[in-house]
């Protein structure tokens, strides 16, 4: 992690849907998949629609409402989208906040096991009894890096005698 500047979320702390509310639906799973998705184009097309509404819309008969639901779905579109960003931003340093504090703790942890490593080497080995669980969480990515060492080491040694074997038998 790096140690460089951290600012400080100065972004909504909210993000309130109560005024789409009715709107808002939850889909099954894998639903999404079968929907229609805007494509490149479309404000070309609801000016054009806008402006259809004058009478051509009429003369090729199609219903004005068709338009104007178009409009108001538009408009919850942009309602949507810009509360999804607030939600996605708030979302983003909520994830980084987590990592972080954990970064944080993790390094207090840290600092206690250390000292008790050092106190008990030094001063009193007795020291680590009532930190046990401690020194065992801190000491574990130490533990399983050595594990996959001497399982990798194996592995290359008995594929060492594997070739060796196989070389002495041709």
């Known amino acids: 992690m790096s140690n460089g500047p951290k600012a ?10 109560t ?5 808002i639906i939850d889909l099954p799973d894998g639903e999404k998949q079968h929907l229609k ?7 070309e097309v609801l000016d054009e629609l806008l402006k259809a509404k004058s009478g ?16 108001g ?3 919850r579109l942009k309602v949507v989208r810009e509360k999804k960003g607030i939600a ?43 930190f046990e669980k401690t020194l065992k969480y801190y000491s574990q990515i130490g533990e399983k ?4 060492r001497r399982k990798n080491a194996k592995a290359a040694a008995e594929a060492a005698a594997t070739e060796k074997a196989s070389d002495g038998s041709t």
């Open 37 to 43: 998705f805007e494509k490149d184009g479309f404000e």
């Open 73 to 75: 779905r538009t408009g």
């Open 8 to 17: 400080i979320y100065n972004g909504p702390s909210v993000c309130d849907i």
């Open 56 to 71: 051509a819309l009429m003369k090729a008969g199609i219903a004005i409402d068709v338009v104007t639901r178009i409009e």
């Open 88 to 130: 996605k931003k708030m979302y983003e340093v909520l994830d980084e906040t987590e990592a972080h504090e954990e970064h944080l703790r993790e390094g207090d942890i840290a600092i206690i096991a250390k000292t008790v490593q050092t106190a008990a080497k030094h001063i009193d080995p007795s020291v680590a009894a009532p």
């Open 145 to 148: 890096a050595a594990a996959t």
């Open 19 to 23: 005024d789409i509310k009715d709107d």
